[in-house]
C-alpha cells in the first residue's frame, strides 16, 4: 500500500512538474512573439521615416549641385547608400546569429528536472537523511 502511495504522489508530482514547465514554454512563446511583433511593427515605421528622410535629403542635395556636379552628387549619395545598405545587412546577420534559443529557459529547466529525477532514482534514501 506504502508503495503504491509512493509512486502515486510520484506520477503527481511529474504531472505538476509536466504543467509547470508547459506554463513557463506558453509564457515564453506569448513574449518572443509580442517581441517580434513590437520590433516590426517599429522597424517599418522607422524604416518608412527614414526612407523619407533620405529620399528628401536626396532630393535636396541633387538640387543643389545640379547646375555643377549633379552626376558626382548622385554618384556619392548612391555609393554612401551602398555602404549603409551592407552594415545594416552585416549588423541583421549578427542579430539573427546572436539571439536567444527559442524555449531556452523551459529546455533548462527541463534538463534540471531530469537530473533531480536521474538522482533521486539512483538514491531514493538521499532525500530522506535531509
Known sequence: MAMLESAGRIVATLVAM?????????????????????????SLLALFLVGLAVLLGSFF????????????????LAAVYLVAGVALFLRVRANMVNKPRLLQQTMAELAKDIEAI?????????????
Open 18 to 42: 509536466v504543467q509547470t514547465r508547459l506554463e513557463l514554454a506558453a509564457v515564453e512563446v506569448e513574449e518572443e512573439s509580442l517581441r517580434f511583433l513590437n520590433t516590426l511593427l517599429l
Open 61 to 76: 542635395i541633387i538640387l543643389l549641385f545640379w547646375d555643377t556636379y549633379r552626376f558626382a552628387a548622385v554618384l556619392g
Open 118 to 130: 536521474k538522482n533521486a532514482t539512483a538514491d531514493p534514501h538521499a532525500s530522506e537523511s535531509h
